[in-house]
């Protein structure tokens, strides 16, 4: 059996970290880049360069997603995708959202360089507005993707200045034309950094394992055609490398949000 030694770069990943907490730096060490603003929208451009860079399509949907996708061998299967959120709270930290971002980035980098080919495409997604302090409801991005919300309706929301969620995705160029939703993955991962202690009061485990269980169960589906093996142990390992490195030298709580 050909064994294949694939792992994520872990300097590279912390510093895309870094370098997108760079835009909206508050004194105290946190990240402000309010959902649509134009530090949303410099954030947006940062990360789509990388996308390219990494010779990923970019798409913008109708209410802002973006989706960055890496074609597989079979092009007609739904694509595994992996993201989260880049807009913060008003007093946010570095990695809530922008983790599981930078992760999906990363494991598409780690592709890359391995000359790994999938069968699924992947595909990694950023959420408009999740966390929902300018505009309201939060998970709006993701909410109409999923048919929670009309699209009509989430483009209509004002911020307290009066401006809506419509204009403020011309205003940074991420009204995109693609429709949202109407299709499906063949899972979903995300990677998220959790910063209130409700699931914890809630008696919700909170561990490495269960998100790594969960990125082996979701990734499962996904083959190196070259070798026709599964890949979800070469997964399991770069998340389990990711995930370890990451939560000892960070002590953030991981878990998996959806
Ligand atoms: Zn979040």
Redesign the pocket.
């Known amino acids: 059996m050909t064994m294949l030694n694939v792992q994520v770069n872990r300097d590279r990943l912390w510093q895309s970290l870094m370098d997108l907490a760079r835009i909206g730096a508050t004194e105290k060490g946190g990240v402000r880049r309010l959902a649509l603003s134009e530090l949303d929208g410099e954030g947006r451009a940062l990360v789509c360069r990388w996308f390219r860079e990494a010779g990923l399509e970019v798409t913008v949907d109708r209410i802002g997603n973006i989706f960055a996708r890496r074609e597989g061998a079979d092009p007609s299967l739904p694509p595994i995708v992996s993201g989260?959120?880049i807009d913060t709270q008003p007093s946010g930290g570095k990695f809530?959202?922008n983790y599981?971002v930078m992760a999906a980035l990363e494991v598409a980098r780690t592709l890359n360089e391995a000359q790994l080919r999938t069968r699924a495409p992947y595909e990694v997604a950023i959420w408009t507005n999740?966390?929902g302090t300018r505009f309201t409801p939060v998970m709006m991005g993701s909410g109409v993707f999923a048919g929670a919300f009309e699209l009509e309706y989430a483009l209509a929301q004002r911020d307290l200045d009066g401006c809506s969620v419509q204009e403020a995705l011309q205003r940074i160029g991420y009204a995109g034309d693609a429709q949202v939703g109407g299709r499906s993955f063949g899972a979903y991962y995300e990677a998220?950094?959790?910063?209130g202690p409700v699931l914890e009061e809630m008696g919700v485990p909170i561990t490495n394992t269960t998100m790594l269980g969960s990125l082996i169960k979701a990734t499962g589906i996904v083959n190196i055609e070259s070798l026709g093996e599964p890949i979800q142990n070469r997964f399991g390992k770069i998340a389990q490398k990711n995930v370890n490195a990451y939560t000892r030298s960070h002590k953030e709580t991981t878990i998996i949000?959806k």
Do not use: N, T
């Open positions: 989260s959120h809530d959202g599981g999740e966390e998220h950094i959790e910063q949000k």
